[in-house]
Nanobody, 119 residues
């Protein structure tokens, strides 16, 4: 079983910045975390950003130009730099490791880290 551990959440004023980090435990399949999701109060979990093995990135429209995802495969880590934060970014942010291959695959989640943006 692979464990994903997020850190870096907290309380910040609107316009501020936070950097989330996610570390994956070692595994035989070299599972690399590659995405961030969030779940606001009363809302469904939604994709925030993901990054593929070739470094290409994908962002939710609501965070484009403000958030940046990056990864360090050597350290089994993924990061989310969040700038110009808005109150509507308030949510629990979850790290995700997802892979779907021809003979194997996985989908792991972290426990979540709270981000609260005050107005």
């Amino acid at each position: 079983q692979v464990e994903l551990v997020e850190s870096g959440g907290g309380l910040v004023q609107a316009g501020g910045s936070l950097r989330l980090s996610c570390a994956a435990s070692e595994s035989p399949f070299a599972v690399n975390p590659n995405g961030w999701y969030r779940e606001g109060l009363g809302t469904q979990r939604e994709l925030v950003a993901n990054i593929s093995s070739d470094g290409s990135t994908n962002y939710a429209d609501s965070v484009k130009g403000r958030f940046a995802i990056s990864r360090d495969n050597a350290k089994n880590m993924v990061y989310l730099q969040m700038n110009s934060l808005k109150p509507e970014d308030t949510a629990v942010y979850y790290c995700n490791a997802h892979y779907a291959g021809p003979t194997t695959g996985w989908n792991y989640w972290g426990q979540g880290t709270q981000v609260t943006v005050s107005s």
